[in-house]
């Protein structure tokens, strides 16, 4: 198989290595957003075979003689096979992908209005009221908050889509053990519900033997997505939240409304950044 690499390492000049290192660093900036806090041992190991197959071709090419024939042969199917696996491994990333452009309103920017400040202020009171209430009736419950919709549509297949206003009773009512999407997560994005009785991928970590699948869900999910998680243990009423795959448990009612006010983008700090942005972009606009 004949490849581009050998006549470009023939003609190899400061321009050309200029053009391969912006090349590089673009295509692995775009891989690594893609698969951030994903498996990054897959990536590794795919950049090092797509890297070994192009260093095999550009010395088989620059060499007098014909060798590293076998190597040339097998290098291009382990590649093929390499990329078949990758496929494999982030299918559900992919899918979300290839919806969301078949489907443009699916994006953050097609997306409903989140609702005002004051309506998720609203919105808090009522989540932090049912994890109060059910806490401390040891209700067992799972609440994703997806301010940016980044869970994809895989997840929210895999419950029932409700899109409806949140409040304290529609979450208990949810939980509730006799209701039959009580053992599934809630996604919650702005002022509403969006699907309930939901299954999350579970973390593969070791994790402390008290905590069950819930806890485990819950984890799993922000290992792979931007959100946060609120779990309530059915076992002892203890509330937890989960971040970039970290768990805090024993959260008192004003850290929990905390944790959800910055999870809004409504907290003090999150309203400062957003200002800052808001007056840097009006600033920009008057120096023209």
């Known amino acids: 198989m004949n490849y581009d690499f050998v006549e470009y390492a023939k003609n190899l000049n400061l321009y050309a290595i200029l053009d391969a290192v912006v090349l590089v660093a673009a295509v692995t900036l775009l ?7 994903r498996n990054i041992r897959v990536l590794v190991m795919l950049l090092a075979i797509v890297v070994f197959d192009i260093l095999v071709q550009v010395l088989a090419g620059l060499s007098d003689k014909e060798i590293l024939t076998v190597s040339r042969y097998v290098m291009h199917y382990v590649v093929v096979a390499a990329i078949v696996m990758s496929c494999v491994v982030y299918q559900s990333d992919l899918k979300a992908i290839f919806q969301r452009i078949a489907n443009p309103r699916g994006l953050t ?31 067992g419950a799972i609440i994703i908050i997806d301010s940016e919709g980044n869970i994809n549509d895989t997840v929210l297949d895999s419950g029932t889509r409700l899109n409806a206003q949140l409040s304290a009773a529609l979450l208990e009512s949810i939980f509730n053990t006799k209701a039959p ?19 999350l991928p ?6 402390n033997k008290e905590m069950g699948t819930r806890h485990r869900a819950a984890i799993g ?12 243990s059915e076992e002892t009423g203890i509330i937890s939240v989960v971040k970039r795959g970290e768990i805090r448990r024993y ?6 409304k905390d944790e959800i006010e910055e999870a809004f983008g409504i907290s003090p700090s999150a309203i400062a950044r957003r200002q800052a942005k808001e007056e840097k972009k009006h600033h920009g606009r008057d120096t023209k």
């Open 251 to 256: 959260m008192t009612m004003d850290k929990l």
């Open 202 to 207: 579970l973390t593969q970590r070791n994790v």
């Open 221 to 232: 999910i922000t290992e792979d997505t931007d959100v946060l998680s609120i779990v309530i």
């Open 109 to 139: 920017v097609f997306n409903d209005a989140m609702g005002s400040d004051d309506e998720l202020r609203e919105t808090t009171a009522e989540i932090l009221s049912a994890c109060q209430d059910m806490a401390k009736q040891d209700v």
């Open 181 to 199: 999407l009580h053992d599934g997560a809630v996604i919650v994005r702005g002022n509403k519900v969006v699907a309930a009785g939901c299954f």
């Open 31 to 37: 891989v690594l957003l893609f698969v951030y806090r």
